[in-house]
């Protein structure tokens, strides 16, 4: 994982869309609004009591068939990929999409009215970096049942490029491709969806294509259109009189590319790895892309990722002279010996801190956990954390020394090692969100012997004494 000069960027202002969904057919009104920073994509159920949240995140995929389907604790969002394939293609970080239907408008079947939606809106520059992924290895994820294969290889941007065959003479062979993110509003954005037609009597006969016009999808002729067919495509989109244009297609619109349909391809696999939840810097190469493939991809990513970033040891020069000693920390800490578990601070900035404490074999905890094989209680590791997090949030204040630090909540708590005597813990706390009225939350990881022993979700608020 990199954190690079860049930062992380939301919307300036709320925009709102409205239209119908492509397979409910209902109406449903989209709106955009700014979030914090490390936030992501979240979208809002409004229509729905609690107002219900899921995370544009690839765990939560439940269906590829007709799109990218989210579902979490029973709520569904139905074809997500076009909106955020515009969030990433407008180099956006951090927004909350408020829906009140499970599906976002289908618009003319591309991300080209979103990102209208978003300009509209203006973009803001905040102030944590953006954390980026730098691919360093070939890595693949093949369909063997469907021959499709994407593949992310080393490169200086983000970069992606779509292969389509499907068999049929009327499409051919398709390639796409954008070299730099900035290309995707001019080159991308407005390549509508496809259909083939023996895919769209397919959907007629199950209504499952109730918001469909022919103004939001581009349908392909791969078969002869016969008098039944087209009565019911008159009726499904109110229209008098349906023909197939020269070049294979039905008359309702004009191709934007000849290759319309490999760019489509090229934006939902953006808007399907966008699921990833991190930035990529690589180059992608997808042959056949689909949904199916491209959530198996993103999810293979996720985990390598996560793993990564779990096993990514920071370093740091333990002999240097510290930013806090034992005694600059008793002044900001309200913790005494023996409850004191951090004994030096090496790093403090607004939003992370790395604390350091020495385990020896005269802790008191020793003595009875365990009396003849001493083990550092996770529990302590825990507390430790939340000490050295108390250093980050208690140093937001002009006069920490009136403040004590409470727990409020501990999330995710995982132990991975054991802690010995002799072993030499670094602590590193990260916000999660900025301190807001006194209350941190924090992501923290304990290291010992260049390994995770320990890893925890914390909040904590700060009260000052009375």
């Not at 740091?316 to 913790?335: E, G, R, V």
Request: charged content about 25%.
């Amino acid at each position: 994982m990199s954190s690079l000069a860049l930062n992380q960027k939301t919307i300036a202002k709320e925009t709102t869309l409205k239209g119908v969904g492509l397979h409910t057919g209902n109406e449903v009104t989209l709106t955009f609004k700014p979030a914090p920073e490390n936030h992501g994509f979240v979208f809002v159920r409004v229509d729905l009591e609690g107002a219900p949240k899921i995370e544009a995140d690839v765990s939560y995929v439940i269906n590829t068939q007709r799109g990218t389907v989210l579902e979490k604790f029973g709520v569904k969002i139905q074809t997500c990929e076009h909106v955020l394939a515009a969030l990433v293609g407008m180099d956006l970080d951090n927004v909350l999409i408020e829906l009140n239907a499970s599906e976002p408008p289908i618009m003319d079947g591309s991300s080209k009215f979103f990102v209208e939606a978003i300009e509209e809106a203006g973009i803001l520059e905040q102030e944590s970096p953006r954390e980026e992924y730098i691919v360093k290895d070939v890595i693949s994820y093949t369909d063997e049942e469907t021959g499709s294969e994407i593949t992310i290889i080393p490169s200086d941007d983000y970069q992606v490029t779509t292969m389509v065959d499907f068999g049929t003479k009327v499409l051919g062979t398709q390639n796409a491709s954008i070299k730099k993110m900035d290309e995707f509003k001019s080159e991308i954005a407005d390549a509508r969806t496809f259909s083939f037609l023996h895919e769209l009597e397919m959907l007629l006969e199950h209504g499952l294509i109730k918001g469909g016009d022919l103004n939001n999808a581009i349908v392909y002729v791969d078969k002869e259109l016969s008098e039944n067919t087209m009565e019911k495509l008159k009726v499904a989109f109110d229209k008098d009189s349906i023909s197939v244009k020269p070049n294979g297609i039905l008359d309702n619109l004009t191709l934007h590319y000849p290759n319309e349909a490999a760019r489509h391809k090229l934006l939902d696999v953006i808007g399907d790895l966008a699921l990833i939840g991190v930035r990529i810097r690589g180059k992608v190469i997808a042959n056949k892309p689909g949904h199916f493939i491209n959530t198996q991809f993103a999810k293979k990513m996720a985990k390598i990722i996560k793993l990564e970033k779990r096993n990514n040891v920071p370093k740091y020069d333990l002999s240097a002279k510290p930013l806090m000693d034992i005694t600059q920390i008793m002044k900001m800490l309200p913790h005494r010996p023996p409850f004191l578990l951090v004994d030096k601070i090496l790093e403090l900035t607004d939003s992370s801190v790395v604390g350091v404490k020495n385990v020896t074999m005269n802790e008191p905890f020793f003595v009875g956990h365990f009396p003849d094989a001493p083990v550092m209680p996770g529990v302590l590791q825990v507390e430790a954390m939340a000490q050295t997090g108390g250093i980050l949030v208690l140093s937001s204040v002009p006069d920490p020394e009136n403040y004590l630090t409470y727990f409020m909540k501990m999330d995710k708590v995982k132990f991975k090692q054991q802690v010995l005597p002799g072993d030499t813990i670094i602590f590193k706390c990260d916000l999660i969100s900025p301190i807001r009225r006194g209350i941190c939350h924090m992501q923290a990881y304990a290291y010992a012997n260049d390994k995770l022993v320990s890893e925890a979700e914390l909040m904590a608020q700060i009260v000052k004494v009375k």
